[in-house]
């Protein structure tokens, strides 16, 4: 079975739960995570506007990958697929819903919360599955634990998952994504706030990256300019300056090249809290990686990575930002 679209739902990090009373803000709703950058939609069968809100979606905002939550049944399973749904999350674990997603290559996500749920869902042949409730069933410390024994399966916690948390779960290496009802804010869906509901998307999005400066490059030119510019820098802002070899580091603030390097000026280094979902983003905007300054760990994870193009005479590099 086929399950490219939780990979895909993975880059983002964040399933926002839309339960919808009037199938007609459906599609503003629709247009506005489009618009926020999460361009995905949980619809729960909470109320009878599920199935129709799911179809609109589908039909009029093709951007968007909406599926169903809270179901129970084949039925919700089949009206999903039917209106246009591309993935199922169910609450608990429901072996005849999930048989009939797995039979019809329908890709789902089961609510879990213990080992033998888990049992189940690799009986199936599954790999991302849901866990929930994750506040009420150790949140962060009981993923951590389950990581162990579990190691081929990604987690979509949710339940007690909230703005002040949320990054929490996300830095476990076993989460693929998280989910709640913190997005949309149900207030801003009954307002029809559209503009609102964008603008705290891009809000929730730039907490999952956390951007910052790491250091600037400079490009000195020489080994001997590039000491005279070190040794200026570090005596401004009272820092040490490092020698690396091939630059010195001048505290958190410069990287000064003794050799030439990318970028006519020099590049900027930006720090992310989440670099494997940042290198996504820039993968949906067209951005390329320069495949010949990507740096990996000793288990080929990417750690940095330039980006090819310069900004106003400058490279750029994504670079992850250590753990707390």
């Given amino acids: 079975m086929s399950e490219n679209i939780f990979d895909k739902i993975s880059e983002y990090g964040i399933v926002p739960l839309v339960t919808l009373d009037d199938a007609n803000d459906a599609v503003p709703l629709a247009q506005a995570l489009v618009k926020g950058g999460i361009p995905i939609a949980e619809v729960t069968f909470r109320t009878a506007a599920g199935g129709e809100s799911i179809k609109r979606m589908a039909k009029e ?173 570090a005596a401004m802002f009272d820092v040490e300056s490092r020698d690396a070899g091939s630059a010195y580091f001048v505290g958190d603030l410069a990287e000064v090249m003794k050799v030439p390097f990318v970028g006519s000026n020099g590049h900027i280094c930006v720090d992310t809290r989440d670099l494997r979902r940042a290198l996504a983003l820039m993968a949906r905007k067209g951005i390329k990686l320069d495949e010949k300054n990507v740096i990996r760990d000793a288990k080929g994870n990417i750690i940095a990575a330039y980006l090819e193009g310069e900004v106003g005479g400058f490279a750029v590099h994504l670079r992850q930002r250590p753990k707390k």
């Avoid at 399973?77 to 199922?88: H, L, P, R, Y």
């Avoid at 608990?92 to 888990?118: A, M, Q």
């Avoid at 990604?154 to 693929?176: E, S």
Wanted: glycine letters at 10%; aromatic letters at 8%.
């Fill in 61 to 233: 905002v093709p951007e968007i990958m909406v599926g169903a939550g809270t179901v129970h049944d084949i039925d919700h399973a089949k009206e999903t697929v039917d209106n246009g749904g591309k993935f199922i999350i169910t609450p608990g674990f429901n072996r005849k819903v999930v048989e009939w997603c797995v039979n019809h290559d329908v890709p789902v996500c089961p609510g879990t919360v213990v080992p033998s749920d888990l049992e189940d869902a690799l009986d199936c042949g599954l790999r991302v599955v849901k866990f929930f409730p994750a506040g009420a069933y150790g949140g962060v410390n009981t993923l951590k634990a389950l990581a162990g024994p579990y190691a081929q399966l990604k987690f979509v916690p949710t339940g007690g998952v909230n703005l002040d948390n949320m990054c929490d779960f996300l830095d476990l290496p076993n989460v693929a994504a998280v989910g709640g009802s913190f997005v949309p804010p149900s207030k801003l869906v009954k307002a029809k706030d559209w503009d609102g509901i964008a603008a705290e998307c891009r809000r929730i999005m730039n907490l999952v990256f956390d951007f910052s400066v790491g250091h600037v490059g400079i490009n000195a030119g020489t080994a001997d300019n590039a000491t005279n510019v070190s040794n200026a820098l």
